[in-house]
C-alpha cells in the first residue's frame, strides 16, 4: 500500500494532495503542469516535501514532523523517467545490470532472461543507448529500473517522447509488465487512453489538488 | 646540435618527474575541489574559487615566496612536515613539486569543473534511484562522464608544471641534480657564454614535451567523447 499526504511549494505553484492506494496499477493523471512529476519525484525522494507523511505498507520514507527523510538509494522505488536517462557510457548490459551491482545483489541469470525476453531486448545488450531506437531506450530503461528488483515502480509518462506507432509497440510490453512482473506501479499520464489500457486505480491531479479518486470510470471521455 | 649533455638529461628527467608528481598528486585533490565547486553551494565558495585561481594572476615570484614562507625549514607547515612526518620542501625536488602543483592547480580544476558541471544531473538521479549512494554515482556516473576533462586538465596541468619557472626558483632555488629544471637550466644557460647551443637543445625539448602532451590529450578526449557517445 502506497501512502501520499505532502505539501510542497514550488514557486508560485502548490502541491497539496493526499492519497492512499492500493492497486496493482495506479494512474496519476493529470494535464501538464499539475504537479503530477513533483508527485513522483517526492515519492522517489528526489524531492522533499514541505510538509507530510509517505510511507509504502508499513515503512514510512518521509515524516517532516519527525524528520525522516530517507535518501532515494534507500528507498527500493524504481523510477522509469520520460527521457529513459540511460547511462551513456555503459552498455546495454551494464545499464541493465547497474541496480543489482549498487544493491549488491547476487547475480540473477534466470531474472535477467525474464527480464529480457519479457521487454525483448536480449539481442541488445552489447549495443550503446546512443544505438537504440527511442522505443528500445525506453524498454532498456524499464528493465533497468525492474532489475533493480523495487517494491514499487514509478513511470512518468514512459511513452511521452515516443511517437503513435511507437507507443502502441511499447504499451504491449507494459501490459505484460503489470500482469507477470508482480511489482506495484504509479504510472504518471495525461493520456486517458492509455491509463484506461494500464491502471488499476485513478488519481485524478489538477493544480496541485487531488480532484478525484477511484476506478478507471472517473477517467474524463469514457466510452458509455 | 643534438648531443645532449648529462646536465642537460638531469634536468629533463627532473623536470618530467617534478612535473608528473606534480600532477598525479593534484589531480585527485582537483577532482575533489571542482566537484565542490560544481556541485556544491557552501559558505565562502566564491572566495575559495578567487583563492584557487590565485597562483593564475599574482606574479609567480610572490607564489613561491610564499610557498618558502610557508613550507620552507622555519614555516609554520614546513616546520610541522619535517619535525613530524620528516617530509622537507626546501631546496629539494619535493618542493619544486609543490611549487608546479601550486602553480599548475588552477589549469588542472577548470576544465574538471566544466566537464563536471556538463554532466547531466538528471543521469545521476537516476542512478540514486536504483540505489547507488552518493559517493558511488560519482564514482560510476559523474566520473567516467567527466573523463576527458579530467584528463584535459591533467595535461595542462602537466604542461603548466614542465614550464613552471618563477615560483620554482624562488621556493627551491637552481642547484643541478636537485631542484634545476628544464626552465631553471635553459636561465642558468643563457646567462652562461657559449650556453646558447645548450639553451636552444633545451627549448627544443620543452616544445617537443609540450606538443607531446597536447596531442596526447587530445586523442584522449577524443576517444572518451566517442566513447561516452556510445560510437
Redesign the interface.
Known amino acids: 500500500m502506497l501512502r501520499v499526504d505532502v505539501t510542497k511549494k514550488l514557486g508560485e505553484f502548490s502541491i497539496e494532495a493526499s492519497f492512499t492506494s492500493e492497486g496493482r496499477v495506479t494512474g496519476l493523471f493529470g494535464a501538464s503542469g499539475a504537479g503530477k512529476t513533483s508527485l513522483i519525484n517526492m515519492i522517489?525522494?528526489?524531492l522533499k516535501p514541505d510538509r507530510g507523511i509517505i510511507a509504502i505498507d508499513a515503512e514510512t520514507l518521509d515524516d517532516t514532523s519527525a524528520r525522516l527523510h530517507v535518501?532515494?538509494?534507500?528507498?527500493?522505488?524504481?523510477?522509469v523517467?520520460q527521457?529513459a536517462?540511460l547511462?551513456?557510457?555503459l552498455n546495454v548490459g551494464q545499464n541493465l545490470d547497474?541496480?543489482r551491482r549498487?544493491?549488491r545483489l547476487a547475480d540473477d541469470p534466470a531474472q535477467l532472461k525474464r527480464v529480457t525476453e519479457l521487454l525483448d531486448i536480449s539481442h541488445l545488450m552489447d549495443?550503446?543507448?546512443?544505438?537504440l531506437s527511442g522505443g528500445e531506450r525506453q524498454r532498456v530503461a524499464l528493465g533497468?529500473?525492474l532489475l533493480?528488483k523495487p517494491r514499487l515502480l514509478l513511470l512518468d509518462e514512459p511513452l511521452g517522447s515516443l511517437d503513435e506507432g511507437r507507443k502502441v509497440e511499447i504499451l504491449p510490453y507494459l501490459v505484460r509488465l503489470r500482469d507477470e512482473a508482480n511489482v506495484p506501479m504509479v504510472y504518471v499520464s495525461h493520456d486517458a487512453a492509455e491509463l484506461r489500457q494500464l491502471a488499476t486505480q485513478i488519481v485524478m491531479l489538477r493544480g496541485g489538488r487531488v480532484t478525484a479518486l477511484g476506478g478507471v470510470k472517473v477517467l474524463p471521455g469514457a466510452p458509455a | 646540435m643534438f648531443d645532449i649533455s648529462p646536465t642537460e638529461w638531469t634536468a629533463i628527467q627532473l623536470s618530467l618527474r617534478v612535473a608528473t608528481v606534480a600532477t598525479l598528486v593534484a589531480t585527485p585533490l582537483g577532482i575533489a575541489v571542482a566537484w565542490l565547486l560544481a556541485r556544491r553551494d557552501f559558505w565562502g565558495k566564491s572566495v575559495a574559487d578567487a583563492a584557487i585561481h590565485l597562483p593564475l594572476v599574482i606574479p609567480p615570484v610572490v607564489t613561491g615566496y610564499l610557498l618558502l614562507l610557508t613550507f620552507g625549514r622555519r614555516g609554520l607547515v614546513g616546520a610541522w612536515l619535517a619535525d613530524h612526518l620528516g617530509i622537507v620542501f626546501a631546496f629539494r625536488w619535493t618542493g619544486a613539486a609543490l611549487a608546479c602543483g601550486v602553480m599548475a592547480f588552477p589549469l588542472l580544476v577548470r576544465p574538471i569543473r566544466l566537464s563536471i558541471e556538463a554532466v547531466d544531473r538528471r543521469l545521476e538521479q537516476a542512478a540514486s534511484t536504483l540505489g547507488a549512494p552518493p559517493w558511488r554515482v560519482f564514482a560510476t556516473v559523474t566520473l567516467p562522464l567527466a573523463l576527458p576533462g579530467v584528463l584535459a586538465g591533467m595535461v595542462l596541468g602537466f604542461a603548466k608544471a614542465i614550464g613552471e619557472f618563477g615560483a620554482t626558483i624562488t621556493f627551491v632555488s637552481n642547484i643541478p641534480g636537485e631542484t634545476q629544471t628544464i626552465s631553471s637550466a635553459i636561465y642558468s644557460l643563457i646567462q652562461t657564454p657559449d650556453g646558447d647551443t645548450a639553451a636552444l637543445r633545451l627549448v627544443i625539448v620543452s616544445i617537443v614535451i609540450a606538443m607531446s602532451a597536447l596531442i596526447a590529450s587530445e586523442w584522449f578526449a577524443r576517444r572518451a567523447t566517442q566513447r561516452l557517445h556510445g560510437n
Request: glycine residues 14%; aromatic residues 14%; positive net charge.
Open positions: 522517489a525522494g528526489l535518501p532515494p538509494h534507500r528507498r527500493r522505488i524504481g523510477y523517467f527521457d536517462r547511462f551513456p557510457h547497474y541496480g549498487m544493491n549495443r550503446r543507448p546512443g544505438k533497468r529500473a533493480s
